[in-house]
């Protein structure tokens, strides 16, 4: 047995002192704290071998810290910050009801050599005592009242770290409520369609179709338009705009950003650096180049005078169709002719770009218009979740739409076809 000798001449059984020490270094208030651990456990352990006096900065600094003995201690404040923080989180573990009648372990101002007070029954040891009060047991009257200032101090402190822990959870709380109401939000048919694009790094380019004058010139190859001159239109047609705008309303309101440029001045290499939203068919050249993969792809009969919208799997259908010969202007009244344009949506990650890309177009302006009101209508986006897992970004998705136009308005979109692959 060792005693240890405080100015009271109490013998203290080291065996006591490192079940003590046992107890701090095990209790929440040091886990967090493995530098106050070892700060802790090494003088303890220093004073109870006897050599208590030589614990200096320098010497705490290379045994503890692991710097070399020639640190400058004037620059390098890392024993005194730790030695700070040792003294708070003794106050504070002994400042607990729970731990008030045990075997007290101060760290005295001034000093890095610990002092050990025995465990008290009295009454008085039910009082509020921190760190100020159990070191002026030893010290004048006048140290002793600078301590108790010390130890208002602290308890100011400690009763702003509760209030701070408080508002910290009232925060967490808060966080939590809006973190289930954006998972639920994330979960919506629309969040869903768009992931693929609010997932990817960087804005959206949205590439605007420019080609004037509609349909594209023949190469002479069925089913393989192709835009045979380079002639853009400073000018876009009013319902390609809509589209626009509805588009860049959705992809604003998750917080993305939006470039928009027109087709022809867009690049491959513009098209390789972020995700990207492509409006117009026809008259978009990417459309047609980085599309023409797909089991839908965009197609031009010369010989009968229409494009179409080509399913793989049916070669020969025409059904979904526009007649590049039938008039375009508006025509209205009860004798006018009914219109039906075709629109298609599809949703990639396109090999050629490494990006993920939404397509939207129809075979006339009519059809584009549809397709940016079909994905701004939460209820028609909803039929397509029924049919195919929209959350699904490793497979392409594809849809056909169709709309009759009435007074050079086009109708509701109507879902004609899905295809997910």
Known sequence: MTAIE??????????E?????KLLTGDEVFRASKRSIAFLTYVVEETLRGAGEHLKERSIGTEVFGRTCSYDTNLDHVVRTAATEL????????GEEKHRSELRIVMVPGSYAPRFFPATSNESSHAPLGLASVAAQSLPAEDSAGLKRKEERSRTIFQRRVGWWAGALAVALLGIVISVFLQQRRQTPEYLFWKPLLDSPGPVLLAVGDVPNGPPLSNGEDSAPAILHSESSRAVPFADTVTIAEVVGILQSHDKKVMIRRETASSFSDLREGPVVLVGAFNNEWTLRLTRQLRYTLALDAENHLIYIRDAKNPASRQWKWLTNQPTNVMAGAGAPVLHDYALISRVHNAETGQAMVVIGGLFTYGTQAAGEFLTDPKLLQGVARTVNLGDSEHSLQIVLGTTVTDGTPGPPQLLAISEE
């Open 6 to 15: 405080d100015t009271q001449a109490v013998e203290l059984n080291e065996a």
């Open 17 to 21: 002192i490192r079940k003590q020490l």
């Open 87 to 94: 003294r708070k989180r003794l106050a504070i573990y002994y």
